[in-house]
């Protein structure tokens, strides 16, 4: 599976996450993941090894609360979201 920052995040979508990062009091950093063939999986891991970490911002530790909302946000956009430390 590949895992990218989500681009062209606008609408409705945008609104929702930005209304989420307000009402917990949380950043939210989205992803777009798509699964790829084990071969092609294989190639993008060697790739991305030689580049090291993409997103270099600490994680954040939301509450069983914050992470029910975060996990409802996922399923209704089909992102994936990741708290950090701003």
Known sequence: M???????????RL???????RD?????VAFSCRKLGPDREEKLRQIMEQFGPQ???EPDEPDEAQL????EAEEAL???LVAVRA
């Open 68 to 71: 029910e909302r975060i996990r």
């Open 78 to 80: 089909g992102l994936s």
């Open 55 to 57: 997103l270099q911002a």
């Open 15 to 21: 609104e929702t996450i930005e209304a989420l990062e």
């Open 24 to 28: 917990l009091g949380l950043t939210l």
């Open 2 to 12: 590949i895992c990218e920052i989500a681009r062209n995040l606008t609408g409705e």
